[in-house]
């Protein structure tokens, strides 16, 4: 699977994320947009004692999520979710970037936290780095016919936007930025890491034969932009943190 070739370093902020969740005998927990689950696995080893609930939109990423014991999962959709009962804490990890109407769904999900409950979320941060600025240029010029309507602008707040949102609502909250400094090996290290995020949209419209030539074009760019070095290529990555109590 493309997107799990970085599972470490695509894992590292959550558990920074999750780090700075002080719960402590939290009973009940979702994790929104869970994909394969294998990090919600992790919400269950930190509060054993807590019934752990994580939801994803796609039946392939559930299908393969270790459910057991206090752990379960379920198909759903992050704007049509309503939980049966208050929340204690809600993680969204990397999901909402792909969410538009995420900055009117944050306060429901308030709204849904048990009292003192937390609510936890990580975004990318990076849409004006080059690995994002110079695809979005690429589908507006040789690309435009096919690709012109997916060249995103940076669909995130940062940390500012997202405490001022939620204090608003009477939450205490903890919002940072941190810019990871990952050392990915082997050629076209950006663009493998791109090719299961950012460029999937592209991709998925794309049949084999302008998938190829289109990467062909990425690459170009992204190896002017990232050089290898000996050892390895360098790829800043900004991450957008907020940790909010009800």
């Known amino acids: 699977m493309i997107y799990g070739r970085y599972a470490d370093e695509r894992a590292r902020p959550f558990f920074d994320l999750v780090a700075r969740i002080s719960a402590e005998r939290p009973g009940y927990m979702v994790d929104a947009g869970c994909g394969s689950g294998e990090l919600t696995a992790e919400l269950a080893r ?3 004692e807590a019934d752990v609930h ?5 039946p392939a990423m559930i299908g393969e999520a270790p459910a057991g014991g206090r752990l379960t999962f379920s198909v759903g959709d992050v704007t049509r979710w309503r939980p049966e009962r208050p929340v204690d804490v809600i993680v969204s990890n990397a999901v909402l970037q792909w969410v538009p109407e995420h900055r009117e769904l944050l306060p429901r999900w308030v709204g849904a936290l048990a009292p003192e409950g937390w609510l936890a979320f990580q975004v990318p941060g990076n849409f004006d ?4 600025a110079l695809v979005r240029e690429l589908c507006r010029t040789r690309w435009r016919d096919r690709l012109g309507d997916l060249a995103r602008e940076s669909p995130v707040d940062g940390p500012a936007g997202y405490l001022d949102l939620l204090a608003a609502r009477g939450c205490r909250v903890d919002a940072w930025e941190t810019t990871y400094l990952h050392v990915l090996p082997g050629e076209n ?3 493998r890491w791109i090719a299961g995020t950012a460029l999937r949209p592209m991709l998925d419209r794309l049949d084999p034969g302008e998938a190829d030539a289109f ?3 990425c690459a170009a760019l992204l190896e002017e932009a990232y050089p290898r070095r000996p050892y390895g290529t360098v790829f800043p990555f900004r991450r957008i943190f907020v940790v909010a109590q009800k």
Do not use: K, Y
């Open 46 to 48: 930190r509060w054993p």
């Open 54 to 58: 994580g939801f994803d939109s796609s």
């Open 129 to 132: 780095a080059p690995s994002h």
């Open 189 to 191: 290290a950006v663009l």
């Open 215 to 217: 990467l062909g074009d």
